[in-house]
């Protein structure tokens, strides 16, 4: 063997070796590349539910769990589901109060409240982002609440409500945060999203429209994150704002059905439509096309996507760089 054809065979060899291999194997898809193993479950183990959230100063305490609202000075505590608030003329018109008693009266809502959408303390102030649900689950109204908690007798005092909801849906969630010492959520309407903030100093609601219909906000810090729209001329639009200077950027438009995979960097955009999915390294822009619907998931610095969903036949370990298949799995006789 020539010296030439030894250094080929070796470097042949060096690749084999550093080629990952892929597995679908009990609902867990397994990576190995040389000593290293990454396992990913098919089905994503469930978040642990956040069962309460508290706040305190000295013996002043604020609390929201499956009771509602606590309030407690020492040995002094009250719990409220806060139904006044329901059907309060501070914060509803008087044609929404009269749409809110028939619905009420139909068995389609309650006037206590069904959840919590966000919770922040600034000073000594504890604030609630309250929110009420119909009888599907599906969200109404949210008011904000204080809690004074240096107060003789700390009280919920009904602050206010922002423009539009939140896009909270778990019993206790985080869509509350501060922007610029303002309290401020991702507000979405019928036909806009945008930013809608309370100032504290000031006692004033403010809103900024950022966009058309959002379908979808992933969060990347308290002042980023990653969109999606539907805009009126019927396209979908996926791009990255930053809530401190309000400017957008936008990362891929296209009339498929787009999603985020993750809110990790890259950003990572599927756009889907019958028989094809196009994968997207939005921070890249490199597109790749592949004649299936796919799911797809991070796995390290690659992507692991597979069909069908729930049933996978066939797994790619891909890169988001180009998106070069690094490894595949069929099931047998696919």
């Not at 060899?13 to 194997?25: A, E, N, R, S």
């Not at 303390?121 to 599906?138: C, M």
């Not at 966009?211 to 001329?233: A, H, K, M, N, W």
Request: charged letters at 25%; one cysteine or more.
């Amino acid at each position: 063997m020539t010296i030439a054809a030894l250094i080929l065979g070796l470097a042949a060899t060096g690749q084999t070796v550093d080629k990952p291999t892929l597995q679908y194997y009990q609902q867990t898809f397994v990576i190995r590349q040389q000593d290293d193993v990454l396992r990913i479950p098919l089905v994503q183990p469930v978040l642990k539910i956040k069962l309460y959230v508290a706040f305190r100063k000295n013996d002043g305490f604020a609390v929201w769990d499956d009771r509602g609202l606590t309030v407690r000075r020492g040995p002094r505590a009250v719990s409220t589901r806060l139904p006044a608030i329901a059907v309060s003329p501070k914060v509803f018109s008087r044609e929404e109060i009269r749409s809110t008693l028939r619905s009420i009266q139909a068995g389609e809502r309650t006037k206590d409240a069904g959840g919590l959408s966000g919770a922040k303390r600034i000073g000594t102030g504890a604030y609630f982002l309250v929110r009420w649900e119909d009888q599907e689950k599906k969200p109404w109204a949210e008011a904000l609440v204080k809690v004074d908690l240096s107060a003789t007798k700390p009280e919920p005092e009904l602050v206010g409500r922002f423009e539009g909801l939140s896009s909270a849906s778990k019993p206790i969630d985080d869509e509350l945060s501060v922007v610029g010492n303002k309290l401020a959520i991702v507000s979405h309407r019928d036909d806009t999203w945008g930013l809608a903030t309370y100032d504290p100093e000031s006692r004033t609601f403010d809103y900024t429209a950022l966009g058309d219909s959002l379908v979808d906000y992933l969060p990347v810090s308290p002042t980023q994150g990653l969109f999606i729209e539907r805009t009126s001329y019927k396209t979908s639009i996926v791009g990255r704002i930053d809530l401190s200077t309000k400017s957008r950027s936008v990362l891929y438009e296209g009339r498929e059905k787009l999603r985020l995979i993750d809110s990790t960097n890259p950003p990572i955009v599927l756009a889907s439509k019958p028989g094809t999915t196009k994968l997207i390294n939005a921070e890249t822009g490199v597109v790749r096309s592949l004649p299936y619907q796919l799911e797809c998931r991070r796995a390290g610095a690659d992507v692991i996507c597979w069909t069908p969903a729930e049933t996978p036949q066939a797994v790619w370990l891909i890169s988001p760089a180009s998106w070069e298949i690094r490894a595949r799995w069929r099931e047998a006789g696919q």
